[in-house]
C-alpha cells in the first residue's frame, strides 16, 4: 500500500525567480528569514490573481508534488515536495539520473498514476478531471517502452493510434509521409516486428508525434538514435513549439542535448535541483556543460541538507513559529507570483520540507478533495467513442488474421478436447479380467454338448450359461482349477474379480428355482456363486459389481423359464420402471459432457483474454492507449466482440462434435445449450479481464488462472455430485460460476427441460450474475490500479 503523505507544508525562501540552490544563510539570521518570508507570501498573496488562472495559464503546472511507492514501513519516496512549471509553447528538458523519478512524474502528469498528495495541471485542468482532456488526444506520448504491435506496418501502426485521436485516414497518410522522412523511418509497409530497436523506437516517436497534440510528453525519445538523427529530431520539436501551440516535455540520459531546451529542471532525490534555461544555468555556475551543472547543483544539494540539518535543530530550539490559522493566508493558496520553480522557491533551498523540517507546525491546508475533480465512477462506463472502438476492433481482429497459426490452435483447441473428452470418458472398461475355478466343470465326469464360449466346458451346466452372459458383459473369463488359485490372481492383479462355482451348482440352481418355498440350506450355498472382488478402482469395481448382478438376473430368469416357472420369481422384489430421466444405464460421458463442455469453453476465454490483455500491458501499449484517452470499458468492449467472434466459431464446433459427432444425448432445446455455453464464454473472458487487470506478470497470470481452475472443475459437480461434497464445501460450490450452469445445462441435456423450469433459469441468472461482477471488477481494477 502506498503512503499516505503527510503534507506538511514546505516553507523556505519565496520563489526567488532564479530557483536554483539557495543555501540558506547563518543560523542567526534562520529564525528572521521566516519570518520574512512568510509576511512578504501574504503580501504577495493579497496582491495577485487568482491561483487557478495562473496555473491555467502553463502547460503545466505541478505544485508540491508527492509520490511514495512501497509501504509505511518500508517507503521508497519518489518525489518529494516537487515543484514543476512548464510554459506553454516551450521545451522543457526533464533530466536526471536513472531512478530518480522522471517516469513516475510524467505517468502522473499524464494522469497515469496519481500523486499521494500535492497538485498538478495540465493544459489548465487537472489530469483525469471532468473535461480536461487528459488523458486524452490532447496528449502525444511515447513511452520508454517500444509500446507497439510487432504484427503492425509502421502504417498501420500510425494509422491505429491516427484512428484512437480522431484523425481520418488520408490525414494519417499525409503524416506518414512527412514522419518518414523526418525521422528517417524505413518504408511504411515493413512490420515492426521486422525493424531495428533504434527504428522501432522512432516509429513510436512518430506516434507520439502524429496527431500534433498540445503536449508532447516524450520519454528519452533520443535513446538509440545517432547523433545525426538526435539533432533532427531536436530541431523539429524547436520547429513545433515556435507557434506556441505544442509544448514539448523530453526526458533524456543525454544531458547536453537538452541546451536546445527552453527550460531545464534537473531532478535529484525527489525534488528539482534547479529549474532554468540552459543558458542561465551554464552562466550562473560558470560551467562549460550542463553536465557540470548537474554535479555542481548535486554537491550543493549535500551540502544544504547538511547544513539545514544542523541550522533547524537550533532554530526549533529557539523559535516557535505560530501556526497560520487562516486558511486564506496560507502558502496553498499562494500565487505562483511568476516563479518558474514554485512558490516556495526551488527545492533545495531551506524550503525543501523534511524530517528535518524547521517549521512543523505550518500545516498544508487540506488540498481539495481528489474526488471533487475526478470523474464520476458512473461515468466511466459513458458511452464508447466510435472512433476509438473501431481502431480498438481493427486492431484486433488484425492481429488475429496476422497470427493464423495461433488462431487454428485456439479454435481447434476446444474440439480437440471434445473428441478426447468424447473418446477417453465414461465409457464402461471392456475386457475385465474374471478368475473363475468352477468345480462344477473340472468336477464333471459326463460329457454332454460343448459350450461355444468356452472349449471344454459343458453348456448344460447353468454355471457355463452364466458366465456366457458374463462374457457378453465384455468381460473377460479365465478358467482356474481351485479357488486358490482364483483368488491369487486377484492378489496379483492379474484379474479384478475371482468366481468360484460349486461342483453341484446347476443342480442347486434349478432345486432353488423350484422349490423356493423350502429351500434346503445345501441347495442356498451350492447354488450361491462366490465373488471376491479388487476393489481398489471405484469405478472399475462399481461396473464389475454391477455387471456380474445383471448378468446373474439375466441368467436366472433365462433357467427359470426353461424350468416352466415365472422368470419374475428370479428377480428381487424390486420393480424397476423404465426411468423417468436418463436411461437404466446412464453412462458417465452423459453426465459430465455438461460440465466438460461449459468448462472448456469458460477456461479457454480465461487464457485467451488473460493472454491479450497482459501482452498489451507489458509491452506499454495499453499505458499509451490510455494516455490518448482511451478508456477502459473500450478496451473491455472491444476485446469483448473480437473475441466472441473466436468464442462463436469454439462453440458452434464443439456444440457439432458434441451433439451430432459423438452423439451426446440431447433431449431438451439446443438453442439454449448454445446461449449457455457463449454466457459461459463471456463468463471465461470477463474472469480473465479480472486476472489480466490484478496481476503484471504472465506467470502470475497462469498462476491465478491455474489455481481457480481447480477449485472450479472440482466444486461446480462436474467431477462429482455436488450432494456428495463436505458439508463445508457444499455451499461454496453453489457460489462458483459453472456449478449452477453444469446443472442447469445438464437438466436441458439429460430431462429435457426447457428454460422456464428453475433449475434451467437459475443457471442463466447466476452466469449473469457472474459476467456481471467480473466485468464491473476489471473496469474498477482498470481505474484504481494506478501507482
Ligand atoms: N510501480 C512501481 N512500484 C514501486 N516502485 C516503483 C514503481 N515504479 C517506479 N518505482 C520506483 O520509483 C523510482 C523512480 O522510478 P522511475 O521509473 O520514475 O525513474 P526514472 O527517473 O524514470 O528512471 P529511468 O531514467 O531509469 O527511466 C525507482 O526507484 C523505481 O524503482
Known amino acids: 500500500m502506498d503512503v499516505e503523505s503527510e503534507g506538511v507544508q514546505p516553507v523556505g525562501p519565496t520563489g526567488n525567480g532564479g530557483h536554483t540552490v539557495e543555501i540558506s544563510d547563518p543560523k542567526a539570521d534562520a529564525a528572521d528569514s521566516v519570518h520574512i518570508e512568510l509576511a512578504a507570501r501574504r503580501r504577495m498573496f493579497m496582491s495577485q ?119 481520418s485516414i488520408a490525414q494519417v497518410d499525409e503524416r506518414v509521409e512527412f514522419l518518414v522522412k523526418l525521422l528517417q523511418l524505413p518504408n511504411a509497409s515493413r512490420f515492426i516486428k521486422n525493424l531495428s530497436g533504434g527504428q522501432q523506437r522512432r516509429v513510436s516517436l512518430a506516434s507520439a508525434l502524429l496527431h500534433q497534440p498540445e503536449l508532447l510528453i516524450l520519454d528519452e525519445p533520443t535513446v538509440g538514435v545517432d547523433p545525426v538523427l538526435r539533432q533532427s529530431i531536436w530541431d523539429h520539436l524547436v520547429e513545433i513549439v515556435k507557434d506556441n501551440k505544442t509544448t514539448v516535455i523530453v526526458t533524456t540520459h543525454y544531458i547536453d542535448e537538452t541546451r536546445q531546451a527552453h527550460m531545464i529542471g534537473l531532478m535529484r532525490g525527489g525534488k528539482f535541483l534547479a529549474e532554468e534555461s540552459p543558458a542561465d544555468l551554464l552562466a550562473k555556475y560558470q560551467a562549460e556543460t550542463l553536465e557540470d551543472v548537474f554535479l555542481k547543483l548535486a554537491v550543493l544539494q549535500n551540502m544544504g541538507k547538511r547544513r539545514r540539518s544542523s541550522i533547524a535543530q537550533e532554530v526549533v530550539e529557539q523559535i516557535r513559529v505560530p501556526a497560520i490559522a487562516n486558511p486564506a493566508l496560507d502558502l496553498s493558496s ?107 466343470q473340472t468336477q464333471a465326469n459326463f460329457s454332454l454338448m460343448e459350450c461355444p464360449s468356452f472349449p471344454g466346458c459343458n453348456y448344460t451346466m447353468l454355471s457355463c450359461r452364466y458366465l ?46 423350484e422349490n423356493l418355498r423350502n429351500i434346503k440350506d445345501w ?62 444405464d446412464p453412462n458417465f460421458t452423459d453426465f459430465a459432457a455438461p460440465g466438460v463442455i461449459l468448462t472448456i469453453i469458460f477456461f479457454l ?9 497482459l501482452i498489451e500491458r507489458n509491452e506499454g501499449i495499453l499505458e499509451r492507449c490510455l494516455v490518448y484517452g482511451v478508456t477502459g470499458v473500450e478496451i473491455l468492449f472491444s476485446h469483448v466482440i473480437s473475441q466472441l467472434l473466436v468464442m462463436f466459431i469454439q462453440t458452434a464446433m464443439v456444440i457439432v462434435f458434441s451433439f451430432y459427432v459423438f452423439d451426446i444425448t440431447l433431449r431438451g432445446e439446443l438453442a439454449s445449450v448454445v446461449l449457455m455455453t457463449v454466457l459461459t464464454g463471456l463468463c471465461g473472458m470477463s474472469f480473465g479481464f479480472v486476472i489480466s487487470c ?24 462436474i467431477i462429482w455430485p455436488i450432494e456428495g461434497m463436505h458439508p463445508l464445501v457444499k455451499p461454496l460450490s453453489i457460489f462458483l460460476p459453472l456449478t449452477k450452469s ?46
Open 694 to 717: 490484478s496481476v503484471d506478470s504472465e506467470r502470475s497470470a497462469v498462476y491465478m488462472a491455474m489455481g481457480s481452475f481447480l477449485p472450479i472443475v472440482m466444486l461446480c459437480g
Open 742 to 787: 453444469t446443472e442447469s445445462v445438464r437438466s436441458i441435456m439429460q430431462r429435457g427441460w426447457m428454460i422456464d423450469h428453475p433449475q434451467v433459469y437459475m443457471g442463466f441468472v447466476s452466469i449473469t450474475i457472474w459476467i456481471i461482477i467480473f466485468l464491473t471488477l476489471s473496469i474498477l481494477l482498470l481505474k484504481f490500479k494506478k501507482g
Open 49 to 167: 490573481p487568482s491561483t487557478v488562472a495562473i496555473r491555467r495559464q502553463q502547460a503545466v503546472c505541478v505544485r508540491r508534488a508527492h509520490k511514495i511507492y512501497g509501504t509505511k514501513k518500508n517507503p521508497n519516496v519518489v518525489l518529494d515536495g516537487l515543484n514543476m512549471t512548464v510554459p506553454k509553447g516551450s521545451i522543457y528538458g526533464l533530466l536526471g539520473a536513472s531512478g530518480c523519478g522522471k517516469t513516475t512524474l510524467l505517468s502522473c502528469i499524464v494522469g497515469r498514476r496519481r500523486l499521494n498528495s500535492g497538485e498538478i495541471w495540465v493544459l489548465g485542468g487537472r489530469p483525469c478531471s471532468r473535461g480536461s482532456g487528459v488523458p486524452g488526444p490532447r496528449i502525444g506520448y511515447m513511452p520508454q517502452e517500444i509500446a507497439l504491435y510487432g504484427e503492425f506496418s509502421i502504417r498501420e501502426t500510425l494509422i491505429y493510434f491516427g484512428w484512437i485521436c480522431g484523425m
Open 334 to 440: 499562494e500565487e505562483d507570483h511568476g516563479e518558474i520553480s514554485g512558490e516556495f522557491g526551488d527545492n533545495i533551498s531551506m524550503s525543501s520540507r523534511g524530517p528535518d523540517s524547521i517549521t512543523p507546525e505550518i500545516q498544508a491546508p487540506p488540498l481539495p478533495p481528489e474526488e471533487d475533480t475526478k470523474v464520476p465512477l458512473m461515468e466511466y462506463f459513458k458511452f464508447v467513442n466510435p472512433n476509438i472502438m473501431r481502431a480498438l476492433l481493427w486492431k484486433n481482429i488484425m492481429w488475429m488474421l496476422r497470427n493464423v497459426g495461433v488462431m487454428l490452435f485456439i479454435l481447434g483447441l476446444p474440439v480437440g478436447q471434445i473428441v478426447l473428452f468424447c473418446w477417453a470418458i465414461g465409457h464402461d472398461p471392456v475386457g475385465l479380467k474374471v478368475a473363475v475355478a468352477n468345480y462344477e
Open 605 to 613: 476465454s480465461v487464457a485467451l483474454t488473460s493472454g491479450a490483455m
Open 468 to 513: 456366457e452372459n458374463l462374457k457378453n458383459k465384455s468381460i473377460d473369463v479365465q478358467f482356474y482349477q481351485t479357488e486358490d488359485e482364483a483368488r491369487e490372481e486377484v492378489s496379483h492383479g492379474r484379474a479384478w474379480a475371482s468366481l468360484v462355482f460349486a461342483h453341484n451348482y446347476s443342480e442347486a440352481v434349478v432345486e432353488r428355482s
Open 523 to 584: 441347495t442356498l450355498e451350492a447354488a450361491t456363486v462366490g465373488v471376491s472382488m479388487d476393489m481398489s478402482n471405484q469405478q472399475i469395481g462399481t461396473l464389475l459389481f454391477r455387471d456380474i448382478q445383471y448378468a446373474y438376473l439375466d441368467f436366472i430368469q433365462g433357467i427359470l423359464k426353461d424350468c416352466d416357472v415365472n422368470p419374475s420369481n428370479g428377480r428381487p422384489p424390486i420393480q424397476w420402471n423404465t426411468p423417468i430421466y436418463g436411461d437404466r
